[in-house]
């Protein structure tokens, strides 16, 4: 089968999957870009899955201030310093800081299970697991703490 061109550049943009997998998916799918993007998140899903256990040594603390009255510090950890200094890693980290200011969880477990607060259909800890199959490392969300003006 013929596989577009023009779909696989699209799909390689949309979940930044390596090229030979986004050809797989699209070979697989018999050219169906829904499918192939789906196939692909489902893999990668599964790569992170492998990935769980995983030391994580390295990352990245990331700041947040929001209006002056609101501040968060997030601890993410991942297993080399080359994917602490990724965009999708640093984003990542940008995104939690974002969520715990907003949610204000309790702890790690209470923020990976809460909804996305950009995409409710996804969890915190969905996200974090996209990211892991990006970058092809386990990551883990090893502390964080907000500060409140007034609490």
Known sequence: MKISLEFL???REETRAGVSDCRQALEDA???????????MERGLEKAAKKGGRETSQGLIESYVHA?????LVELRCETDFVARTDDFKTLAHEIAL???SMNPRNAKELL???YIRDASLTVEALVKQ???KV??????AGFTRIALGE
């Open 9 to 11: 550049k699209k799909l």
């Open 30 to 40: 018999n050219g169906d870009y829904g499918k192939a993007k789906k196939l692909i």
């Open 68 to 72: 002056g009255r609101v501040g968060v």
């Open 99 to 101: 969520q715990v200011a």
């Open 113 to 115: 299970a809460s909804p």
């Open 131 to 133: 990211t892991v199959a």
């Open 136 to 141: 092809g490392e386990n990551i883990t969300v």
